[in-house]
């Protein structure tokens, strides 16, 4: 789960790491209202899940009330990259940065360790640096059973070539960084910038943090964080039935059990010229009434022109999937053309349910490329031999 | 032969009165498996089935000899469990359980490497070695003995891939579900290396999936290191790009990650790619000449 930036400096405070004071706000009002409490010049920030907003204009200083309001006004429904801006943080500007350092820790899946970054040279140009001058930024990984020492922060701030008199306090923000990102289970934290006041001391501009989706139940306050606004309606409906669902583009609803079987689905389905609409993975397991919700999350994408069913039943068993099928059917009278195939425990059973229930529209197929091929001829809208 | 599990593999399940534990635990046993204890804390003296359940995996393997454990306990529990397995000296341990927390396999991966402990999974169907011994909850009725060896991220499509194998005459040495979590106890890699080593094996169908750069690290090791002829898949080709929020993913993996990048990495090294599960036993079929 990705925080806001505001949420993830609310976590950095807690964890006594330097941030600006500030306020949210979703409204014009509320904006001015904050920039008052916190005072001028302060920066009107667009919050929203994705990089780069600065470019993209999210990012502006007011210097007093009329600023503050032009620029929260501008910067509220403004789009960044696809996402709408709904609320803004205010917060104190900083009034002089002297430099902009990049931290950041992440969960480095090849490595097995966590992975701490450090650069002089951080900022809105820090993929570039990456690109063009990648000795700019000091490495370490760290034994996830030893954690962080002294020396780490140490070497990598010297190696990074941080001015001499900023070497412990730079070692010492790793060290709180560090102690938040395992502390919260995070996947990333990311501050670009750490900044330097002329008065040698540093602060987190910015945050970045992503957490880790499993260890919520472990952070309760860290899952009331999550907003279920961010999701598109029908990715929110699979949410609350428990299904995994990503919308796509194209026009064929695709349903499995088993997210590699379904992102292969998806490519088979591709591979004959067809596009799909989705991907829905029914899970595991999957039983009647967890196929009848997944129908009509599918259905309530009303660009499906055809849908396919992709079972092979381990642990799922393909006469619960029949029989949800059928229950779905007398629910919701799908007018949309089904091709089914099912395969695995219980196959020979549940291709008899189906048959004997003899459904209007259900088409049914031996293997996988079938199934595809007469889903992509029925989206088409061509009638099947 | 086969890899991991045979004739000689004594099982102890962690999670054996839990629900789905006793039924797939019995499964295994129905299917040939020496399923010879079960741990449950405070419940030992009882039996599921005439399997005896003991408190702790130490005497479980000290009443039994057990030597490989399977964990079908709660993500919450779930480290816990492999690392007392491991504590007591089990050389295999098959984890199961879906969602355990991400730190959890960080620590359990580090402390793992250091006892010697092989871990397969987490997140992973198990494994099967047809004709002789099936740990987790691979459909064992699909699949016959033979000589290709499969290893994959993803469970279901071990199925359908093991499947198309199947119906083009080709049976399995063995069968390893390696899971797809961010930290896998076993890599693509760790697998190859026995179906390289082992005599049943003529082949070696890898099925990938995209995220993270398992595949072109063993597209690097094929070149170095194996003989036998592999094939891979690879899932996700048309899956969208993920929304990334900061910067240091993109420091760290650059391109990699992709399906197109995975097959080309594969490719370059010699390996052949099928588009979907039909080719790859298509290739098989090729390579194997039938
Ligand atoms: N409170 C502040 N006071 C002064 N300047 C600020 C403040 N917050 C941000 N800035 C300036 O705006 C720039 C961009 O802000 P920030 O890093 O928060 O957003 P971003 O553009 O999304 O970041 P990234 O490029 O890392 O994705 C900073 O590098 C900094 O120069
Ligand atoms: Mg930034």
């Known amino acids: ?385 | 032969m086969s890899v991991l599990i045979d004739n000689d593999t004594k099982l102890v399940v962690s999670g054996i009165t839990g629900r789905e534990g006793t039924f797939h635990a019995l499964n295994n046993q129905r299917y040939g498996t020496n399923v010879v204890a079960g741990v449950t804390p405070g419940k030992a003296g009882q039996d599921v089935e005439g399997i005896p359940v003991f408190n702790t995996f130490r005497d479980a393997v000290a009443e039994t000899g057990a030597n490989v454990a399977m964990i079908f306990v709660p993500p919450r529990f779930a480290a816990d469990s492999i690392l007392e397995a491991a504590d007591a000296g089990i050389p295999l341990v098959i984890c199961i359980t879906e969602g355990i927390p991400a730190h959890d396999e960080l620590r359990v991966y580090t402390q793992l490497q250091r006892t010697g402990t092989r871990l397969v999974g987490p997140n992973c169907p198990g494994i099967l070695s047809p004709g002789k011994a099936n740990v987790g909850i691979i459909p064992a009725s699909f699949f016959k003995e033979g000589n290709v060896g499969v290893v994959s991220r993803s469970g279901t499509l071990t199925y359908q891939i093991g499947n198309t194998l199947a119906q083009a005459g080709f049976g399995n040495s063995s069968i390893v579900g390696i899971g797809g979590d961010p930290v896998p106890g076993s890599s693509f890699i760790d697998i190859i290396e026995l179906f390289q080593a082992d005599d049943q094996t003529e082949l070696i169908v890898l099925s990938g999936e995209i995220g993270g750069d398992a595949e072109e690290r063993a597209a690097e090791y094929i070149a170095d290191n194996v003989t036998k002829p592999v094939v891979a898949y690879i899932a996700g080709f048309t899956a969208p790009p993920g929304k990334t929020m900061g910067h240091a993913g993109a420091i760290v993996s650059g391109s990699k990650g992709t399906a197109a990048a995975k097959a080309e990495a594969l490719e370059s090294k010699g390996v052949r790619v099928g588009r979907t599960p039909t080719e790859v036993a298509d290739l098989a079929m090729e390579i194997l000449g039938r």
């Open chain 1, 1 to 385: 789960m990705d925080l806001l930036e505001y949420q993830g400096k609310q976590l950095f405070a807690r964890h006594g790491i330097p941030v600006p004071d500030g306020r949210p706000a979703r409204t014009v009002d509320e904006a001015v209202a904050a920039a008052k409490e916190v005072g001028f010049p302060c920066a009107i920030k667009a919050q929203v899940k994705i990089g780069g907003r600065g470019k993209a204009g999210g990012i502006k200083i007011a210097s007093d009330e009329d600023e503050a309001r032009e620029h929260s006004g501008a910067i509220l429904g403004m789009d960044i990259k696809g996402f709408t801006v709904h609320e803004v943080w205010v917060e104190t500007a900083a009034p002089q940065i002297e430099s902009e350092y990049y931290a950041s820790i992440v969960f480095d899946r090849g490595a097995k360790a966590p992975l701490i970054m450090l650069s002089t040279q951080g900022g809105m140009d820090i993929e570039e640096v990456a690109d063009t001058n990648p000795g700019a930024i000091a490495t370490l990984h760290v034994d996830p059973l030893l954690g962080f020492q002294d020396y780490h922060g140490r070497r990598l701030a010297f190696e990074a070539g941080v001015d001499a008199d900023l070497v412990r306090p730079v070692g010492a923000f790793l060290h709180q960084l560090y102690g938040t990102f395992i502390a919260e289970e995070a996947l990333l934290v990311e501050v670009n910038p750490l900044i330097v006041t002329p008065e040698r001391k540093v602060a987190a501009l910015d945050a970045k943090v992503t957490l880790d989706d499993n260890a919520l139940f472990r952070h309760p306050d860290n899952a009331n964080l999550r907003d279920p606004s961010d999701e598109d309606p029908q990715e929110q409906m699979a949410h609350e039935r428990g299904l995994t669902y990503v919308k796509l583009d194209g026009d064929i609803g695709i349903l499995g059990n088993g997210a590699g079987l379904v992102m292969s689905t998806l490519d088979v389905v591709a591979h004959y010229g067809g596009a799909p609409a989705n991907f829905l993975d029914a899970g595991g397991g999957s039983k009647a009434e967890a196929i009848t919700s997944a129908v009509e999350v599918i259905l309530s994408d009303d660009k499906v022109k055809a849908v396919l069913f992709n079972i092979f039943g381990g642990i799922t068993r393909c006469d619960e999937v029949a029989n949800g099928l059928i229950e779905a059917f007398k629910t919701l009278e799908p007018s949309v053309p089904f091709v089914v195939r099912l395969d695995g425990t219980n196959d020979v059973e549940g291709r008899r349910i189906l048959a004997d229930a003899d459904l209007p529209n259900v088409t049914t197929a031996a293997t996988m490329d079938e199934a595809a091929q007469k889903v992509v001829a029925l989206a088409k809208g061509e009638v099947l031999a």
